[in-house]
């Protein structure tokens, strides 16, 4: 059986790509920082028939991040896929004028240190099978910086640099990555936006294996 592991879980778009993935023959781990939420959103992909066992860490704790996705391997199985997309808390989206070199520490190691972790933890494991793709998910600020939201921002087009390097360097491996950009929020109902469509715009970037840059939406502003 197959292994996801999706950083940054939850009950929206979380959940549904784990339902997404989870039809489509996999077992999915599940990682964020509350036990408690991971264990009760596993009991509900159950009764959805997905096999799903939850892993807390702190994305900002490397130690911990790794360690959890350690242990994901070692209960589910070698990792296949990787989504790293936890949801950055407000306190990073400061007006640019009043955030401080302070300030930029927590959305870096939010969202730049915890994904080369990540990676790093489940690269061993898609070397050993051969394959594996590697989905990012950021919001529209990764690719026009928002003077409203500096930390988020500025954080966000570092990941993206990472993860663009990381297409080119592991395409001749069969290691397959991508980004999706979400403009806007993440709602149930919106035409694009809603979860259950992500998931499945996140499982054909999986499938499909092309490009590294792909768009939920226009970006405001554009044709």
């Known amino acids: 059986m197959a292994t996801m592991v999706i950083v940054g879980a939850g009950r929206g778009l979380g959940a ?35 096999t799903a066992q939850g892993f807390a860490a702190d994305v900002r704790d490397p130690l911990a991040l790794g360690a959890a996705l350690d242990a994901a391997a070692a209960a589910l199985g070698p990792i296949e896929v990787l989504q790293y997309s936890p949801a950055p808390p407000a306190e990073f989206m400061r007006p640019l004028l009043e955030t401080t070199p302070a300030d930029f520490a927590g959305p870096l190691e ?31 600020s990764a690719v026009r910086p928002l003077p409203a939201r500096a930390g988020t921002s500025v954080a966000y087009a570092a990941e ?48 499909d294996r092309t490009g590294f840059r792909h768009f939920a939406g226009v970006l405001e502003g554009e044709a």
């Open 16 to 50: 549904a790509v784990a339902r997404q993935f989870g039809s489509d023959g996999f077992d999915v781990a599940l990682v964020a920082r509350d036990q408690d939420r991971l264990d009760t959103l596993a009991a509900a992909l159950d009764k959805d028939g997905v």
């Open 160 to 207: 993206s640099a990472y993860a663009r390097m990381l297409h080119d360097t592991l395409a001749g491996e069969d290691i397959h990555v991508a980004q999706l950009i979400v403009p806007g929020v993440i709602r149930p109902g919106h035409p694009r936006n809603d979860p259950a469509a992500l998931a499945g715009a996140l499982w054909a970037l999986h499938r």
């Open 110 to 140: 939010f969202s730049l240190y915890g994904a080369v972790t990540a990676v790093h933890a489940v690269l061993p494991d898609m070397r050993f099978l051969g394959r594996g793709t590697i989905l990012f998910v950021n919001g529209g």
